[in-house]
Every structure is written in structure tokens, then in C-alpha cells.
């Protein structure tokens, strides 16, 4: 919205042309949606408190998670908000990567709200059944699937990570490819999102990630000499990627130990969601499993418990996700939180060393 008002000055002002580089529109919209946070931060967890819209603790989880019952949840909806306005100010709004993006993080938001206001109006942990929560957010994901594959410009190669040159042309069959990574991006951070400041952490960090990763692929010239995949307009998603960033450390201000308020599915399923897309539209969709490692190793703790034991009727972990059983292990929150962090990080850096290595 600022970009379309205030450029088009540009040749009666010159100073107005600075709004014609991504960089400088990426670098506004992650302070804008950072000093949102700060501002409307308190007012939502007042509101919050006030509603009494309160963490419900499932009675099998740690014992140290009892006294945040209670606790203001629904904090997602910051975040969804910080990330929203600050795109819609900063960013082209005509391309259609964008818009998609948007309807991807919104529609798993309005999920994750429907599914936390379930949770708080029951006064239980259990809200929107597995079955219809996971319908819907196919469904968005297959919306957004058939608006990419048509959509020009966007290929349905599939980029792997250190062969370069390798890039198998699916078809409509990266429909399903699309509905995996989404689907399954929103979900494991949802899964990440147990203790004060866990899941936020790494969403930063990822999110930082993929704000580079947009920005060379929208960049013919920077795409061609690392011999990634080139995707035109896919630079504008750097903006949005910046405002995650923005919106992330701004919620992590009120959510670090101990937490002021939760994000709740409204946050956790938006961000996922939100991440799933920009890795597919900047074709780095397998790279996500590295720079997202926490969260694949926490969904995948919880497929292991449970297949092990239905299948054996034994437990590998003390409790699932895995962030818990290094509770039951007796690791304070802030060390699994922190070093969850380090680690995310790291692989954060391995990802971005596939930018070299192929």
C-alpha cells in the first residue's frame, strides 16, 4: 500500500525511488511488524486476560506446565496481525505469490483460532477433531496448490539440495508434493509450540532463511550464478519473510520464560503454513526439511511414539513431542528452549551452505 502510493512519485521526488528495492521494503516491514507487536502486544494480552481466554494444561504433561494454566492464549493472533499489515503496507500487492502466501498463513490461521476458541469454550485441551482439522487445511493447501500451478512463472520442477542440474518436472503431480510440505510444515510447528519461547525461536531463524533464500531466487542474475532455480516475482516473499521475522521477535519479547501469553493453533498453524508455502514458491521446498529441522524431528518423535506403540505397545520416549522428554529427563525449559535454538541456527547455516555446495 505505501509501495504503491509513495512510488509512483518517484520522478517528481527521488528521493521516492529507494521504494523500487526489496531490500529497503523488506528492512521497513520487519520494523513495522516488530514496533506493532510492541505496541498492540500488551493491549492483546490484556484483552486476552481479560476474556479469560486461558492455556488448558493436558492433565498427562509435565508437572511443571501445571502452573501455567491459566496463561492468555490466542497470542497467535499478534502475530498473524503483525504479519498481515506490514506485508499489505510494504509489499507489490500485484503479484499473485504474494496474495497466495497470505491466503495460506490467514486460512491456516483462522484454523487454529477456530481450533483454540474450541479448546478455551470447552474448557479442555482437545478442540477441533485430527480428522476435520487436517480436511481443512488440505483443502487450503489444495487451493493454493492450483493457484501456483497456474499461475506464470512457477514451475512444478522440484529442486534437490546439492545436485545441481537435477530438477524432476512433476506436472500436477507437485500437487502433492505442495500438499505434503504445506500440510506438513503447519503441523510441525504446531507440534514444536510446548514450551515458553520453543517454537517462535526456530520460526525466526527459518524465517530469516527463507527472506534470502526469496530474495536470490527472484534475482535472475543472483539465481543464475549459483545455479538455483530462478523464480520471477518470487522476490516480494522476502518482504513478507522479513515481516515474520519482525512479527517473531516481537511475540517473543511477551512469550520468552515465563510466557506473558501463548500463540495458541492460531499462530503455530499460520507460521507453519506460511513457511510451507514461501519453501514451495521459492522452490526450495526439500530444503525446508533442513532448515526446519526442529520441527521435523519433533512430528517425527510424535510418528515414532505412536507407531511404536500401537504396533509394540511401548514407548520410545518418555513422553512425545520430543521437547517433553528431555523434561521427564529432568533439562529445565530454558536449556531445551535455548539450546533448540542453537541447533536451529546451525542447520539454519547448513541449509544456506547448499547455496554452494552443489
Not at 504433561?61 to 493472533?77: D, L, Q, V
Not at 496481525?81 to 506485508?87: C, H, K, Y
Not at 491466503?103 to 477441533?128: A, C
Not at 550464478?225 to 515474520?244: D, F, H, K, R
Request: net charge positive.
Amino acid at each position: 500500500m505505501i509501495y504503491h502510493l509513495l512510488y509512483p512519485l518517484h520522478s517528481e521526488l527521488s528521493a521516492l525511488y529507494v521504494f523500487r528495492f526489496i531490500t529497503f521494503r523488506t528492512i521497513y516491514a520487519t520494523i513495522t511488524a516488530l514496533v506493532l507487536s510492541f505496541i498492540l502486544g500488551p493491549w492483546v494480552i490484556e484483552r486476552l486476560s481479560r476474556l479469560q481466554i486461558g492455556q488448558v494444561i493436558r492433565k498427562n504433561g509435565p508437572a511443571s506446565h501445571f502452573k501455567k494454566e491459566g496463561t492468555p492464549t490466542m497470542g497467535g493472533t499478534l502475530i498473524l496481525l503483525a504479519i498481515v499489515v506490514p506485508t499489505l503496507l510494504w509489499a507489490d500487492l500485484t503479484n499473485r505469490f504474494i496474495w497466495i502466501a497470505l491466503m495460506v498463513t490467514v486460512g491456516y490461521g483462522v484454523i487454529g483460532f477456530v481450533d483454540d476458541y474450541k479448546k478455551v469454550k470447552l474448557k479442555s485441551s482437545d478442540g477441533l477433531s485430527a480428522r476435520g482439522k487436517l480436511v481443512w487445511q488440505i483443502l487450503v493447501a489444495a487451493v493454493a496448490g492450483v493457484l501456483l500451478l497456474t499461475c506464470t512463472g512457477f514451475s512444478s520442477a522440484m529442486s534437490v539440495p546439492f545436485f545441481k542440474g537435477f530438477n524432476p518436472e512433476l506436472g500436477w503431480f507437485y500437487l502433492i508434493v505442495i500438499l505434503v510440505v504445506i500440510v506438513g510444515s503447519g503441523n510441525a510447528v504446531n507440534l514444536t509450540d510446548g514450551l515458553d519461547g520453543l517454537a517462535i525461536g526456530p520460526m525466526i531463524i527459518s524465517s530469516a532463511a527463507y527472506l534470502l533464500f526469496a530474495y536470490l531466487a527472484g534475482n535472475a542474475r543472483l539465481s543464475a550464478y549459483l545455479q538455483i532455480s530462478s523464480v520471477p516475482g518470487a522476490g516480494e516473499l522476502a518482504i513478507l519473510c522479513g515481516a515474520m521475522v519482525g512479527a517473531g521477535l516481537g511475540f517473543l519479547w511477551f512469550n520468552t520464560y515465563p510466557a506473558q501469553v501463548f500463540m495458541g493453533d492460531v499462530g503455530s498453524l499460520s507460521l507453519g503454513g506460511a513457511l510451507g508455502v514461501i519453501a514451495l514458491i521459492v522452490k526450495q521446498e526439500l530444503v525446508l526439511v533442513i532448515v526446519g529441522g526442529i520441527f521435523v524431528v519433533e512430528a517425527l518423535s510424535v510418528i515414532v511414539q505412536v507407531a511404536s506403540f500401537r504396533l509394540f505397545g511401548r514407548r520410545v520416549f518418555l513422553m512425545a513431542p520430543i521437547h517433553h522428554h528431555f523434561e521427564k529427563q529432568g533439562w529445565p525449559e530454558q536449556k531445551i528452549t535455548v539450546r533448540f535454538w542453537i541447533i536451529s541456527i546451525i542447520l539454519a547455516l547448513v541449509a544456506l551452505s547448499t547455496l554452494k555446495l552443489r
